[in-house]
T-cell receptor
């Protein structure tokens, strides 16, 4: 059973460019969340998708947008990249039913903006 | 505003001894708490969780204790093993209906278990 998979694993972009990161959730999971982890910090919530709609959003600018597809996979798009967007981007999947659900994380995409 | 705090950035413990990692939170609406372990170049790995209706949850060598009145939780690892050396993150969430909502993370505690 494949866990959460993210692509690519590493990416280098130039300031001002746009980037798209991809995530496939754990089999059977229908909810995908995205987090940004800066060096030395805990992951910060960007947004969560369920049933192809953004359900919750953290304190991130509109340059950060996302999408969820009918097969539950998801994309994170970041426009007009800034140097400060350099971070590890984590995708987490969970199941939108029942108590005791956990969020499982992928290995992350390391984005470097130069 | 950091709603989940891990005030110890690092902890060093001898193999076989108990490791105790602490976490405090400020939001009384949090009703579900999780611990994750993270190795370098990997995503966080789920360890153990606890609902606010409980005060203890145990899974093998890992036990999480929740003190709601003090808004404090702790993770106990007994016995500690060198392979436990990693960064440990505490996370908290509010359930929205039956769905696990956004997770609020602490900054992590680097645990080092030495032989």
């Amino acid at each position: 059973d494949a866990g959460v998979t993210q692509s690519p694993t590493h990416l280098i972009k130039t300031r001002g460019q746009q980037v798209t990161l991809r995530c496939s959730p754990k089999s059977g999971h229908d909810t995908v969340s995205w987090y940004q982890q800066a060096l030395g910090q805990g992951p910060q919530f960007i947004f969560q998708y369920y049933e192809e709609e953004e359900r919750q959003r953290g304190n991130f600018p509109d340059r950060f947008s996302g999408h969820q597809f009918p097969n539950y996979s998801s994309e994170l798009n970041v426009n007009a990249l800034l140097l400060g967007d350099s971070a590890l981007y984590l995708c987490a999947s969970s199941l939108a039913v029942g108590q005791g659900t956990e969020a499982f994380f992928g290995q992350g995409t390391r984005l470097t903006v130069v | 505003d950091q709603q989940v705090k891990q005030n110890s950035p690092s902890l060093s413990v001898q193999e076989g001894r108990i490791s105790i990692l602490n976490c405090d939170y400020t939001n009384s609406m949090f009703d579900y708490f999780l611990w994750y372990k993270k190795y370098p170049a990997e995503g966080p790995t789920f360890l153990i969780s606890i609902s606010s209706i409980k005060d203890k949850n145990e899974d093998g060598r890992f036990t999480v204790f929740l003190n709601k009145s003090a808004k404090h939780l702790s993770l106990h690892i007994v016995p500690s093993q060198p392979g436990d050396s990693a960064v440990y993150f505490c996370a908290a969430s509010e359930y929205r209906g039956s769905t696990l909502g956004r997770l609020y993370f602490g900054r992590g505690t680097q645990l080092t278990v030495w032989p």
